[in-house]
């Protein structure tokens, strides 16, 4: 699993964040789970290498925000339409014994957890070394 160092930003106009970007920042925002969404920033360089990677979309990372370290997701990323530099990234909270899950357009879910996807009599389709991120149909649907 790949670890970055954030930072919490307070910025609260579009100079704040412009200034942050001309520092060799990329802003980022933390959400999902039980607690309040949280505004940070990254270094460019970092992510920039961490973007060239095919994966980047797919793969848990460790941000570690002021020593507490936070297990996320990359849901999205804005990039400047002339210099390709990513300038946002949202990022999707993993919170410990979670049942989330991701709905595709032929009524494919993927889980996280194997005792949800039991519970909704899905059929499941694969195992990873990572633990039960299974893609399963359900056939009454």
Do not use: C
Not at 11 to 24: A, H, M, Y
Not at 41 to 56: A, D, M, R, W
Not at 62 to 87: A, G, H, Y
Not at 89 to 115: C, H, M, P
């Amino acid at each position: 699993m790949k670890s970055l160092e954030a930072t919490i930003r307070n910025s609260k106009t579009k100079g704040d964040i412009n200034s942050l970007r001309q520092n060799g920042d990329v802003p980022a925002i933390i959400y999902g789970g039980t607690e309040e969404n949280q505004k940070i920033s990254l270094s460019k360089k970092q992510i920039k290498n961490l973007i060239e990677q095919e994966n980047f979309l797919s793969n848990m990372i460790t941000l570690n925000v002021e020593s507490k370290q936070i297990s996320v997701l990359p849901r999205d990323i804005s990039f400047d339409p002339i210099t390709d530099d990513p300038i946002h990234i949202d990022f999707l909270r993993i919170v410990k014994g979670g049942n989330s899950w991701t709905e595709n357009y032929d009524n494919r879910k993927t889980y996280t957890s194997q005792a949800k996807a039991k519970e909704e009599d899905f059929i499941w389709k694969k195992k990873t070394t990572a633990g039960w991120d299974v893609t399963a149909v359900n056939e009454s649907a």
